[in-house]
């Protein structure tokens, strides 16, 4: 959905990946297009990030399926060769550069 969008739900504004995730379930089941309890999320690495707010604020509506979630950042950020580390350096911050305060 282009780099608005991606951008829309990051930082400081995180709380929106997690806040449209439900908006789209809940929508699915008035719709009548999933049941209330029939609804089966799955998520793995971010995906899986994604799975743990869904799992402890609304859980009523699906089952949680996490597979490997990120959990590990200050490993995966210190490994450049990872495709997605050095674009997330902005967000997530790259280890290798130390800051010192006064």
Do not use: Q, Y
Not at 89 to 99: A, H, L
């Amino acid at each position: 959905m282009g780099k608005r969008w991606h951008d829309a739900g990051r930082m400081a504004k995180k709380k929106t990946t997690f806040t449209d995730f439900v908006s789209v379930a809940e929508e699915l089941t008035k719709g009548g297009w999933a049941k209330k309890d029939g609804l089966v999320i799955e998520g793995g690495s971010a995906g899986g990030l994604l799975m743990a707010p869904w799992s402890t604020c609304v859980r009523s509506l699906s089952r949680v399926v996490a597979h490997v979630p990120f959990v590990d950042v200050i490993n995966t950020m210190l490994d450049e060769t990872l495709p997605l580390t050095v674009g997330e350096f902005e967000e997530w911050g790259n280890p290798k550069k130390r800051t010192i305060t006064t």
